[in-house]
C-alpha cells in the first residue's frame, strides 16, 4: 500500500513508521494518524524517515501487518540503516517479539512512545511519578519480552525510565514498585488538593484543548506570564496556574496537559490528578487549532476526554486559534463536485459554526489568532463577562474599588 518518506538529519535515530486501514480506520484517517504518529517521533528527538501502510480488516494478531508487507519493511530497514519501526496502535508483547525477529532493530508502538515524550517533559515530582506509573502499568504485561530486551539496549527513544539503569525480571518486584508509586502519588496528590482548597473561593478557568491547539500561547496572552510553548506536541504537561486580574475581578488561569488521539489509558489515570484542574474549573477555555485539516475530530477527542474525566457540561469558551494560518481550496465555478469543508473560507466556516447552533448560553464561540493578537480583545471580553457572571453570583455583595 502506501509509503511516505521524510527529510533526514545525521546524528539522530531514525524510524520508520507503520499503520493500518481498517474496517475501523479508513485510508485518510490511518494517513492522519501517521501524520500525527511523524509528529510525535520529531518530538520525541527521532527523524521519520519512511512510512508504511497496509489494508487489512483488523490488525494481524501475531505481527500487526502481513507478512509480505513486514518483509518489506525489513529490506528498507536493513538497506536505511533505520533504528526504529514505530507502529501506530497498541502492541502486544508477543507482537513486539515476533516482529522483533524479523525486523532486527527495536519496536516501539505509538502508546510506547507518548510515554517517552512524557517522562522526557515530565519535571515536577509529581508529573514525574504520573508518567513513572502509566510506564510500569503498561509494561507490566509486556515483562517477559520487554526486560530481556533492554538488557541488550543502551538508551534511546523508548528507553527513558523503568529499566534503563537495572534489569527487573521479578514481577513482584515491579508490583511493589507500582505499589511505591501508587502511594507517593497520593501523598502529592494530598499536597495538590490543600493547595486548590485554598484557591477554591476564587473564580477558576482552565485552558483545555488538543496538544499543539496554542493554549499555552493564549495563557501567556492573558496573563502575561512566561509559559513554555513550542510547536511540539506535549510541550506542557505540568499544571500551571496563574492568577489574573481584569477590572478589579481576580480569577485564577490553569493550562494543564493537551489531549490526542489514541492517548494510553494508563496515562490518562495516571494523570486524572493534575486533570482536576480542569475538572474543578468553572469556566473552561476550549481551544482550537483552526488551521488542522481535521480540527473537528480534534473537537470530538477533546470533548469525550472531557467527559471521561467528568469534566463536561461546563461553561465553555470554544477558541478557534490560528486564524492567520487557516487556508482552504475554492471550487472552480464548473466545479459539480459537493462542497467540503476544505472548501470553505474562514467567513463561510464562520458562519457555518455559529448557524449550526453550537453557539449557547453555555458554550460561546471566537475566532483569534493569538500569535498574530488579532481579535485577542474581543476574546478577552467575552471571557471577562463569563467570569463576571460567576463571580457576582458567588459574591453578590462585592462593590469594585
Not at 4 to 20: F, I, M, N, W
Not at 350 to 372: G, M
Amino acid at each position: 500500500m502506501n509509503q511516505k518518506t521524510y527529510s533526514t538529519h545525521k546524528d539522530q535515530e531514525r524510524a520508520v513508521l507503520v499503520g493500518l486501514i481498517t474496517k475501523d480506520q479508513n485510508e485518510r484517517e490511518a494517513k492522519e494518524y501517521l501524520e500525527e504518529l511523524a509528529f510525535l517521533t520529531e518530538t520525541a528527538g527521532a527523524i521519520p524517515v519512511k512510512s508504511y501502510t497496509q489494508r487489512l480488516s483488523s490488525p494481524d494478531s501475531r505481527t500487526y501487518i502481513g507478512t509480505g508487507k513486514l518483509n518489506e519493511v525489513r529490506d528498507f530497514v536493513k538497506e536505511n540503516n533505520i533504528n526504529i519501526v514505530i507502529f501506530d496502535d497498541e502492541l502486544s508483547g508477543s507482537q513486539i517479539k515476533n516482529i522483533e525477529e524479523v525486523l532486527a532493530c527495536r519496536i516501539l508502538d505509538r502508546n510506547t512512545l507518548i510515554l517517552d515524550i512524557f517522562a522526557k517533559r515530565a519535571r515536577t515530582a509529581q508529573a514525574k511519578t504520573q508518567v513513572e506509573l502509566a510506564q510500569y502499568k503498561y509494561l507490566l504485561p509486556r515483562l517477559t519480552r520487554m526486560w530481556t530486551h533492554l538488557e541488550k539496549q543502551q538508551g534511546g527513544i523508548g528507553m527513558r525510565g523503568p529499566g534503563e539503569s537495572e534489569i527487573e525480571t521479578d514481577r513482584r518486584v515491579i508490583k511493589e514498585k507500582l505499589s511505591r508509586l501508587k502511594e507517593k502519588l497520593k501523598e502529592i496528590e494530598k499536597q495538590s488538593i490543600t493547595q486548590r482548597k485554598q484557591r477554591s473561593d476564587m473564580i477558576r478557568v482552565a485552558l483545555t484543548g488538543y496538544t499543539n491547539a496554542g493554549k499555552s500561547t493564549i495563557m501567556n496572552l492573558i496573563s502575561k506570564s512566561d509559559v513554555f510553548a513550542e510547536n511540539k506536541l506535549f510541550a506542557t504537561l505540568d499544571t500551571t496556574v496563574r492568577k489574573v486580574v481584569y477590572d478589579n475581578i481576580p480569577f485564577l488561569l490553569s493550562d494543564t496537559v493537551g489531549f490526542i488521539r489514541k492517548l494510553p489509558h494508563d496515562l490518562v489515570e495516571s494523570f486524572k490528578s493534575t486533570l482536576d484542574e480542569v475538572r474543578e474549573a468553572d469556566i473552561l477555555i476550549h481551544v482550537v487549532d483552526i488551521s488542522h485539516p481535521s480540527f473537528e475530530d480534534q473537537i470530538n477527542v477533546v470533548n469525550q476526554t472531557l467527559v471521561d474525566i467528568g469534566a463536561s457540561n461546563k461553561p465553555t469558551i470554544l477558541v478557534f486559534n490560528k486564524i492567520d494560518a487557516y487556508s482552504y481550496i475554492q471550487k472552480e465555478e464548473d466545479d459539480l463536485a459537493p462542497m467540503t469543508e476544505i472548501n470553505l473560507s474562514l467567513e463561510d466556516l464562520k458562519r457555518s459554526w455559529l448557524n449550526k447552533s453550537h453557539e449557547t448560553d453555555e458554550i460561546k464561540i471566537i475566532f483569534v489568532s493569538a500569535q498574530t493578537k488579532e481579535n485577542l480583545d474581543e476574546f478577552k471580553k467575552v471571557l471577562m463577562e463569563m467570569v463576571k457572571e460567576k463571580f457576582f453570583i458567588r459574591y453578590p455583595n462585592y462593590l469594585l474599588g
